[in-house]
């Protein structure tokens, strides 16, 4: 009998362990990887490795039914979005009842990775030891390297990174602060609706370069993103479908002073908050333009506003980094795109799988457990990948069908709708074993 390949596996957060999970399943050998002393990842308050942006009033935007493994279902008397703190609890319980704890290395990082001549890699750890792998799944994220704006100029006060956030009182001591946030996703809004309370900042001004859609978490009295649009409709008809309700419910953003969006709803990733709408228009934050500039105890906007400021919070997203690569091929380009096949496999390097390495809508949660099944079923051989002209052309065809509705930004390149791409995913993972069924009798 052939010996399974030993994998290694960069990473514990959700989608390290349950790949990890799914690789148990098969008797497949692998070593897990996890920098800090707990599973979690960016789920995981104050993680002591620095690459967690949880917040202390943070409560996860999608809905406890879109979110949870299937595998290992939440508890029925989960809240429609839970708090991060039972989050990562549900992340704990299911390493625990899986038996992987033992499985992973704690407080141990992954310092180098690179290929072998003569097939698979070459692993360094911070501990200096070198170990070899047939193959690796890289799962190590993508929200801990803040992307900090280049604006010029000197800044007075504090600049400090949504990243580093914690609540209004730590890292800084917002209260009776002139605060300006910088960015309208979902991290923006959270923290310019907390910090706008008015026991809490003088005054709060939300800085964005356009405007955005901004949804309800719920619509008609249940969780918005369980009436998303089924995968089996035509995209165009449901996009048109869910815009027009976004529009009879919401109004125009404009009516609540926020800037008029120039796209679509749903043509950027959803901004999602409970009470962002309701701030603005109350007056408890201002929205402005872009910042051109910083004007020592202020920032000057476009069109010329100039705001006295203590504190400038930048919720300006991330970096997508694999700081354990150096080869160019396995690294994003300057515009952010790292193309891949069913957002998992560079075409030509079969023994390479990114995890969870995808913006998906409604859930980034169970990607990796859906993935997880093609990385099993190719290291076992029951799976077959498609030749490379094939890979290429799956990859054209599946970003025109994915990122077709979203306007054109670096924050969009890996974006998916999780329900078309599951349904496509387990398509591909049955045409994969009749490939796989065609060599093998053919041998």
């Avoid at 008609?220 to 009879?248: E, H, Q, V």
Wanted: glycine fraction near 8%.
């Amino acid at each position: 009998m052939t010996s399974l390949p030993s994998v290694c596996i960069i990473g514990a957060g959700c989608s390290g362990f349950t790949t990890a999970k799914r690789l148990t399943d098969h008797g497949i050998p692998y070593d897990c990887f996890e920098a800090s002393d707990d599973v979690g990842g960016n789920w995981y308050f104050g993680n002591p490795n620095g690459r967690s942006a949880c917040y202390e009033s943070l409560h996860i935007d999608t809905s406890t039914t879109r979110l949870q493994f299937e595998d290992f279902p939440a508890g029925a008397d989960w809240p429609d979005f839970p708090h991060h703190s039972l989050i990562h609890r549900y992340f704990r319980d299911y390493v625990e009842h899986f038996g992987l704890r033992e499985t992973i290395t704690f407080n141990t990082s992954v310092e180098h990775a690179a290929r072998r001549p003569g097939g698979g890699w070459e692993v360094i750890l911070d501990t200096g030891e070198s170990r070899h792998y047939d193959a690796l799944v890289v799962a190590n994220g993508h929200h801990w390297n803040p992307r900090w704006p280049d604006h010029p100029g000197t800044f007075d006060g504090t600049l400090l990174h949504s990243h580093s956030y914690r609540s209004p009182f730590s890292p800084v001591d917002m209260r009776g602060k002139r605060v300006v946030v910088v960015g309208m996703g979902n991290s923006g809004l959270d923290i310019a609706a907390e910090l706008s309370h008015r026991s809490i900042a003088e005054h709060v001004w939300v800085s964005a370069r356009r405007g955005v859609w901004v949804l309800s978490k719920y619509r008609g009295g249940r969780p918005a993103d369980k009436m998303m649009m089924p995968p089996w409709m035509p995209k165009k008809l449901g996009l048109s479908l869910a815009r027009r309700a976004i529009r009879k419910s919401l109004g125009n953003m404009e009516d609540y002073g926020l800037p008029k969006p120039d796209h679509e709803p749903l043509a950027a990733h959803p901004s999602v908050s409970a009470d962002f709408l309701v701030k603005a228009g109350s007056g408890d934050l201002t929205c402005v333009p872009e910042i051109e500039r910083l004007d020592g105890d202020a920032v000057v906007c476009v069109d010329g506003t100039r705001i006295e400021a203590d504190v400038v919070v930048y919720a300006t997203g991330y970096r997508m980094t694999f700081p354990f690569f150096d080869d160019p091929e396995l690294l994003p380009d300057e515009k952010h795109r790292l193309p891949l096949f069913k957002r998992m496999i560079r075409p030509g390097i079969d023994d390479l799988y990114y995890a969870g390495l995808a913006q998906a809508s409604p859930t980034i949660v169970n990607l990796a457990e859906q993935q997880s099944k093609l990385i099993a079923a190719h290291l076992t051989g029951d799976y077959a990948l498609p030749d490379v002209d094939a890979m290429h052309a799956a990859i054209t065809r599946d970003e025109r069908a994915h990122l077709g509705q979203y306007y054109a930004a670096p924050r969009h390149t890996i974006q998916v709708d999780f329900a078309r791409y599951n349904r496509d995913l387990h398509r591909e993972i049955a045409a994969g074993r009749r490939r796989a069924a065609r060599k093998a009798a053919a041998r």
